[in-house]
């Protein structure tokens, strides 16, 4: 199965930065379309950034200025650079991807990675 690894999480400061990276067991270049996710406690998963293999990553308006989406291709890994954290940044962040090959409708995800905010 095609596995997406997240890491990077963990308890910073406000105001403070991390960055978080997603692993996939198959090429990045397989995916026609890598998204990060998160979700809090009571609330409704959020799409947070998504980035088609065509057209402009969009970000959501909470994060927009703040968070980056980038990649390594020689790494195979993604990544979501997050700057300026308030505590409302706070939850479990997924790394999701589509499958872009030919007669794929599969979409996977990982397991998440938890990022609190909080002095």
């Known amino acids: 199965q095609v596995q997406l690894v997240e890491s990077g999480g963990g308890l910073v400061q406000p105001g403070g930065s991390l960055k978080l990276s997603c692993a996939p067991s198959?090429?990045?270049?397989?995916?026609?379309?890598i998204n990060w996710y998160r979700q809090s406690p009571g609330k409704q998963r959020e799409l947070v950034v998504s980035s088609p293999r065509t057209g402009s990553r969009i970000y959501a308006d909470s994060v927009k200025g703040r968070f980056t989406f980038s990649r390594d291709n020689i790494k195979n890994i993604v990544y979501l650079q997050m700057s300026n954290l308030p505590p409302a940044d706070t939850a479990v962040y997924y790394c999701n991807a589509r499958d872009g090959r030919a007669g794929s409708v599969d979409a996977y995800w990982g397991q998440g990675t938890q990022v609190t905010v909080s002095s």
């Open positions: 198959i090429s990045i270049f397989t995916f026609s379309t």
